[in-house]
């Protein structure tokens, strides 16, 4: 049997998805959930692109035992002290280097010519091999370069140290059967290729990332950088749980080949990036939307009802898809709120929980049944409070059909209570403006998006807006039974967001 190592990207690459930028401890409580699914390699960030990137990377290398813990660096002397100094605490650290390969790249990013790229390939593979025993090389955009000078870069990389060869799909352009022929192409022209694993990178650019990476492992790749929900630059990356579940699905094609995910954290996991990042799963999303193993067609009911697997090719239990059988509400104690929440991937120690079950009990009694969703939702709640600038202390409004409406909402700043009223062109607008008084920044609301997270008419609300101000745009979530509280809520995370970065 051969072990398929995935090597998770949803800190590094799945960040760089426009307004999905992470906290440092958003990035931890990740990281241990990637840990606790069996992810081989995390890669934690790029440790020189911003102080809070290698303060998270550094933070991840230390609290994560397991996994692999990986930063990413240009070939570019500083990029590689920066990431070795942010893993060296890890307990298996690897330094990921990269650097393009393309004519398109070389012409008009680097304007250098191929023996200069080839130079510059061994001297940084050496430098960082010299730093750490456990180098990854990525010839950037590799689908798209000449192929006898990419098998000429990676022969040097090899000899230089790189343990890890890895195939980008920079730029989503490729196709299944071109990745399997190039894979191939690598295995029989790299004269030490045996020296290295192969791995795959790719995006979806066209929506062929999975299909690729897929085809990439079949021609005998044995790593694949992928992402929780898919996430990442432009159109996202290769999605894990699409991924992984398609080589435990289809053991007729994938024959000897496993990997060490344990699947039945997946659901749970894809639902914390969601929350983190502000990114809605899509409902007819492959494996975790909330479709995936719904059926509305009675012909379809019926075969189900009958024999699951007519129309479920994978049973929900194994991705930890399953509606729990312990009725939360407000008579509910500590203990079963515990183990629900150690279930969904929240082990919290005693104090954490007598703090959360306030929260718990506070929400209970505005709600007949507390879901899973909701708790999911009281966490990420509860990790954004933990990084917050200006706390919401109460919300006033007055609106109607025929009255303007106006706001008054009350914040604590630097242990100071700091009031402010405003009208609107709506009671969210008028609470925005309020808070605009108070704080002095002026926030531009880019988008803004209101979602129920449970059922019922008693449901928890979820507001995902994206604000613009102080030069930067971040996404941020907030979630209430009210809907106008939500809105604030969401708001000041915002606010919070960009004072943390």
Do not use: W
């Amino acid at each position: 049997m051969d072990k398929i190592i995935i090597f998770d990207t949803t800190l590094r690459d799945g960040e760089q998805a426009p307004g999905a930028s992470l906290a440092s401890e958003q990035k931890l409580e990740i990281a241990y959930q990637l840990e606790k699914l069996g992810v081989d390699v995390i890669e934690a960030g790029f440790p020189i692109a911003s102080p809070d990137d290698f303060k998270a990377v550094s933070v991840i290398s230390k609290a994560i035992k397991k996994s692999a813990i990986c930063g990413l660096a240009r070939c570019i002397k500083a990029d590689i002290e920066a990431a070795h100094n942010a893993i060296k605490k890890a307990k298996h650290p690897r330094i990921h280097i990269f650097l393009a390969t393309s004519k398109i790249h070389l012409q008009y990013k680097f304007r250098k010519p191929e023996e200069e790229i080839l130079a510059i390939a061994k001297k940084f593979t050496r430098m960082s091999r010299g730093l750490c025993a456990d180098i990854e090389f990525s010839p950037e955009d590799a689908t798209r370069s000449d192929r006898d000078f990419l098998f000429r870069v990676i022969e040097g990389a090899i000899n230089e140290g790189a343990s890890t060869i890895n195939i980008p799909d920079t730029t989503g352009y490729s196709y299944p059967q071109e990745v399997y022929s190039l894979i191939t192409d690598i295995i029989n022209n790299v004269p030490n290729i045996n020296k290295a694993v192969i791995s795959i990178h790719c995006h979806d650019d066209l929506g062929m990332a999975v299909a690729n990476s897929l085809s990439a492992v079949l021609a005998g790749a044995r790593q694949v950088h992928c992402t929780i929900n898919g996430m990442g630059e432009r159109a996202g990356n290769a999605s894990l749980e699409e991924v992984v579940m398609a080589i435990k699905t289809r053991k007729d094609v994938f024959k000897d080949l496993y990997t060490g995910i344990n699947t039945k954290n997946i659901y749970n996991l894809s639902r914390l990036v969601s929350n983190a990042t502000g990114f809605i799963v899509p409902p007819n999303k492959a494996i975790v939307g909330k479709n995936a193993f719904r059926h509305e067609s009675g012909i379809h009911q019926d075969a189900v009802i009958k024999k699951r697997d007519t129309y479920e090719i994978m049973n929900p239990e194994d991705i930890g898809f399953v509606e729990s059988q312990i009725v939360l509400g407000k008579h509910s104690g500590r203990h079963a709120l515990s183990k629900r929440l150690k279930d969904l991937g929240f082990d919290l120690s005693l104090p954490k929980i007598n703090e959360i079950f306030k929260k718990f009990k506070a929400l209970a009694d505005k709600k007949k049944e507390v879901f899973d969703d909701d708790l999911v939702a009281l966490m990420e709640e509860e990790v954004r409070d933990q990084r917050k600038v200006y706390a919401l202390v109460s919300i006033r409004v007055n609106t109607g059909t025929d009255i303007i409406p106006e706001a008054a909402v009350k914040i604590k700043y630097k242990n100071k209570l700091h009031e402010a009223k405003s009208s609107g062109d709506g009671p969210v607008d008028a609470c925005f403006k309020a808070i605009d008084k108070i704080t002095g920044v002026k926030g531009e609301l880019q988008d803004y998006r209101i979602e129920a997270v449970t059922k019922g008419k008693d449901a928890l609300g979820d507001v995902a807006l994206k604000l613009k101000a102080k030069g930067k745009v971040v996404t941020a979530h907030g979630s209430s039974t009210d809907i106008i509280e939500a809105s604030v809520r969401a708001y000041i995370n915002a606010l919070n967001k960009i004072e943390s970065l």
